[in-house]
């Protein structure tokens, strides 16, 4: 149960497109289209933006968006706002049937 | 609305043990898997355990496995964990967390509730 390796920043200018990128092996991100992210400020409970790699939930900005490819899948965030500023975490199902985070990444909105 | 609000954290000496709760509204609970997820003070998330809706399937993290018990009462709408022969490691906020229906994603968390480990 080795975390799935993320970036620890990313940063970005307020209307650029930034990517965090979420990898893990074969047994987990790989196997299966099992895979979700979560946003976090500091002090609250995280917030589902993607799950099943790249299905929104209602009410997440379309700004968000999912993909993956092979072992490694990846968060998209277009538009950069200042709001978007947080930690980012993925999280994928795993072949012995338990859930994985991701190592988390930081975005800055410069 | 949807709601989970866990309780029972608090201070505990090392080897000691810990209830957590999670009462939960706004939805029908016994038709949801739910999950425990803890955060270490600075630290990133990590998944501990998951329950079926009706209980019969549980899986751990191997960090907590044999130590951490996962229950549900789906009358009382809650969700539980019992904690034992608690570490400093598990010095963490806990949240519980809905699994999202037929899928994998976790869409509602709980403001979590701090346990400390120390003596």
């Known amino acids: 149960q080795s975390a799935l390796t993320q970036p620890a920043s990313v940063s970005g200018s307020p209307g650029q497109s930034i990517t965090i990128s979420c990898t893990g092996t074969?047994?987990?991100?790989?196997?299966?289209?099992?895979v979700s992210w979560y946003q976090q400020h500091p002090g609250k409970a995280p917030k589902l933006m993607i799950y099943?790699?790249?299905n929104r939930p209602s009410g997440v900005s379309n700004r968000f968006s999912g993909s993956k490819s092979g072992n490694t899948a990846s968060l998209t965030i277009s538009g950069l706002q200042a709001e978007d500023e947080a930690d980012y975490y993925c999280?994928?199902?795993?072949?012995?049937?338990?859930?994985?985070f991701g190592t988390g990444t930081k975005v800055t909105v410069l | 609305e949807v709601q989970l609000v866990e309780s029972g954290g608090g201070l505990v000496q090392p080897g000691g043990s810990l209830r957590l709760s999670c009462a939960a509204s706004?939805?029908?609970?016994?038709?949801?898997?739910m999950n425990w997820v803890r955060q270490a003070p600075g630290k990133g998330l990590e998944w501990v355990s998951y329950?079926?809706?009706?209980?019969?399937?549980?899986y751990y993290a191997d960090s907590v496995k044999g130590r951490f018990t996962i229950s549900r009462d789906n009358a009382k709408n809650s969700l539980y964990l019992q904690m034992n022969s608690l570490r400093a490691e598990d010095t963490a906020v806990y949240y519980c967390?809905?699994?999202?229906?037929?899928?994998?994603?976790?869409?509602?968390w709980g403001q979590g509730t701090l346990v400390t480990v120390s003596s």
């Open positions: 074969s047994s987990d991100v790989g196997g299966y289209n099992y």
């Open positions: 099943d790699v790249s």
């Open positions: 999280s994928s199902y795993t072949s012995s049937s338990v859930y994985v």
């Open positions: 329950i079926s809706s009706s209980g019969s399937t549980i």
């Open positions: 967390a809905r699994t999202v229906r037929g899928s994998s994603g976790f869409d509602y």
């Open positions: 706004g939805f029908t609970f016994s038709s949801y898997e």
